[in-house]
């Protein structure tokens, strides 16, 4: 019965949402029509504003500035199919970031769509357009087509990331292998958002016993959907073939040693600082185990050369004494 509840509860809040939604959509749709009829100098949107405030003193939500998302988000939405499939089942926050931070229709409904499949919150939202996360998804150079049946094989590709971004950390481009691996257990919160939806943290320099022999997994993590172990190494300059030699030994190790039964194989990762794509691409044609490379980024890129000689938002906001907005 708690359960019926709840679920009749989660309904109806969807429903009120996507009424509202809609309400601001058409709100938008006749701002946009008076404004071409009245022209932009003809006030529209404050006169509206001072008018619905009269006549609906407590509802919320009618604002001048929240008129002008209205209107922004009947533009960013033009086609009712399309929104009302994506951005209509959304809160109206992250119909207000999306508008704010994407131009692009296309990208605008990956993230729409995105946000509602793995139920984003509107800060999660946000992180993720700031990472790029969708456009750096299935990026990675790997051999799952050959080495995993689908569709594991689509999901573990989708999966895996190229750069990944771990400016976070706060290290420099010299930064040691372990200092990279000790900064991401440091924040793991960070670098779990990095990873993508469906990984867990499994543990550090992870201990395995092959022939009498110990040996360490630099990182270690499960995928919830794949149902699968993922190892992960990093190393600290340009990528080798024969790191995938040491990777695909860890995979055969963990399979062994780690895995249940009922676990797929396990996939390994090699994060390296740069790579030439030919020679990881041939590297991987050799292997039979399910291996992906891709690169890693201590510092985020950005046009000016002098990047490490600019302080971040944070770091500025920090010096500042958090200054609110």
């Known amino acids: 019965m708690k359960s019926r509840i709840f679920a009749a509860q989660q309904r109806a809040a969807l429903v009120v949402n996507t009424e509202m939604v809609a309400l601001y959509w058409q709100i938008g749709q006749d701002i946009i029509e008076r ?31 929240n008129l002008r998302y209205m209107r922004d988000f009947a533009k960013a939405w033009p086609d009712f199919e399309i929104w009302q499939q994506a951005a209509a089942k959304l809160p109206w926050g992250h119909n207000m970031v999306l508008i704010d931070r994407i131009k692009d229709a296309e990208r605008r409904l990956l993230y729409a769509t995105a946000a509602l499949e793995h139920g984003w919150s509107r800060n999660a939202l946000d992180t993720h357009i700031d990472l790029q996360s969708i456009e750096r998804a299935g990026k990675a ?26 400016d976070f950390l706060g290290l420099g481009d010299d930064a040691e292998e372990r200092a990279i691996e000790q900064g991401v257990v440091d924040h793991l919160t960070e670098f779990l958002v990095e990873l993508g939806v469906g990984f867990a943290y499994v543990g ?34 340009k990528f080798k073939p024969e790191h995938l030699g040491q990777l695909s030994f860890y995979l055969t190790a963990v399979d062994e040693t780690l895995s249940h039964e009922s676990d797929g194989p396990t996939i390994g990762l090699l994060l390296c600082r740069s790579k030439n794509e030919v020679v990881a691409e041939y590297a991987l044609k050799d292997s039979n185990r399910a291996l992906g490379v891709a690169e890693y980024e201590l510092l985020r890129a950005l046009p000016d050369p002098l990047q490490t000689a600019l302080p971040t938002i944070e770091q500025i906001e920090r010096e500042l004494g958090g200054v609110d907005e």
């Open 35 to 65: 404004q071409a009829r009245q022209g932009w100098g003809a006030k529209v949107i404050d006169r509206l504003a001072h008018d619905l405030r009269v006549a609906f003193p407590d509802v919320r939500g009618m604002s001048a500035r």
């Open 141 to 166: 150079i790997t051999n799952f087509e050959r080495t995993l049946q689908p569709p594991s094989s689509d999901l573990a590709r989708e999966s895996l990331k190229d750069p990944y971004k771990l």
């Open 204 to 237: 550090r320099q992870v201990h395995l016993e092959v022939g009498g022999d110990d040996f360490y997994i630099d990182l270690l993590f499960y995928h919830l959907k794949l149902r699968s172990y993922v190892v992960i190494e990093i190393k600290g300059g």
